[in-house]
């Protein structure tokens, strides 16, 4: 079993961010029976965060985890300022923050608690070290960073040891792989892949909801998909030699890496098959086709629109 931290958690875990009208329309009892299932199946390990839905997120997570047993490692995520937000704008305590989880979460203690973006204008120092004593007073069981650079990774880790980073890791997007990665190993902090299936594109998924928020994604608009389709050519490919699904071979590149995955679905069906690539072990071949469709830097579109874009580091691209 992976471990992060102290935290043992499954081989992958899920993220319910699309359980709250993210990509596309989600329905609560539907959302519950898939994380019931989550679990029947063996995952321990869930996330969300406060803005998911504004609170929506964390009250079904709570709803639907409530009384199922000891074991389940629950994440969850605060921001000081919604989007950046700006100097002007009041920013939100981690205490506060934490509170506010906890009661949406209906527990009284959060495993893993992170910073889910640095604010451009409080020091990382500052956040991390709230978090640091909402540990020490067990509230919170670790302290995590969301999309920090390599630097703010060991400013962050020398101030509190860091649990977890999280941030964003699949075959399109890999840029972690030029520091972040390597800074996150050399300090024995887990690391944990969100968008491990790039929201969907890379397991085949079509955009159809016309809220679907990956409209307003760069890399989802027609001339980036167009360009990144013949990219997903060569998963689709390797799928058919291995006898795996588009996903399957999606995550299974992802779990090569010795990192956790947090995909996120809505259906049983894909949480299941999904699951199923823990078994799914890729030969060398394959990952070298993978990769070499794949380069770093290489994707059509940018990961976020501009204004988000700005709250993720700019990693270098070269090797
Ligand atoms: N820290 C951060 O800033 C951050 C940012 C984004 C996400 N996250 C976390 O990471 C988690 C996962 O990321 P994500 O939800 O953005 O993207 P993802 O896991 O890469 O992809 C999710 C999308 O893929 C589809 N999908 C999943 N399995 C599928 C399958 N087998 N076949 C076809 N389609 C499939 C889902 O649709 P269906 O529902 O139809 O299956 C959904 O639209 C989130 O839930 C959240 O917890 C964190």
Do not use: C
Not at 100 to 122: E, N, Q
């Amino acid at each position: 079993m992976p471990s992060i931290g102290k935290l043992e958690v499954s081989r992958q875990g899920f993220g319910a961010m699309g359980l709250s009208h993210t990509y596309g329309q989600a329905d609560d009892a539907r959302s519950i029976a898939t994380l019931h299932r989550a679990i029947s199946l063996g995952v321990t390990f869930f996330d969300t965060a406060t803005g998911y839905g504004a609170g929506h997120n964390e009250e079904l997570l709570g709803k639907a985890l409530a009384d199922r047993g000891d074991g389940l490692i629950i994440a969850s995520k605060f921001v000081h300022r919604p989007n950046g937000g700006g100097a002007a704008v009041a920013p939100i305590k981690a205490r506060d923050a934490v509170e506010a989880s906890l009661t949406r979460l209906g527990l009284d203690h959060i495993d893993l608690y992170y910073l889910h973006r640095v604010d451009p204008d409080i020091l990382i120092e500052d956040s991390v070290g709230e978090l640091g004593r909402l540990v020490d007073e067990g509230k919170i069981g670790g302290v995590g960073v969301s999309e920090a650079s390599a630097d703010g990774v060991r400013r962050a880790h020398a101030t509190y040891p860091l649990t977890a980073l999280q941030s964003e890791y699949s075959l399109w997007t890999r840029d972690v792989e030029v520091e972040i990665l390597p800074t996150v190993r050399e300090l024995g902090i887990g690391f944990v892949a969100y968008s491990p299936l790039g929201r969907g594109f890379l397991a085949g998924a079509e955009v159809s909801d016309p809220d679907d928020r990956r409209r307003q994604h760069p890399r989802f608009q027609p001339d980036a998909v167009a360009a990144n389709s013949l990219r997903r050519a060569t998963i689709e490919q390797v799928a058919k030699r291995v006898g795996a699904s588009v996903a399957q071979v999606s995550l299974a590149w992802v779990l090569s890496k010795g990192v956790v995955p947090i995909p996120g679905t809505r259906h049983i069906e894909h949480l299941e098959s999904n699951w199923a690539a823990n078994h799914l072990e890729l030969d060398a071949d394959s990952l070298d086709a993978l990769e070499a469709a794949f380069p770093r830097g290489a994707t059509a579109g940018a990961r976020y629109p501009a204004e988000a874009l700005k709250l993720v580091p700019a990693e270098p691209v070269a090797a």
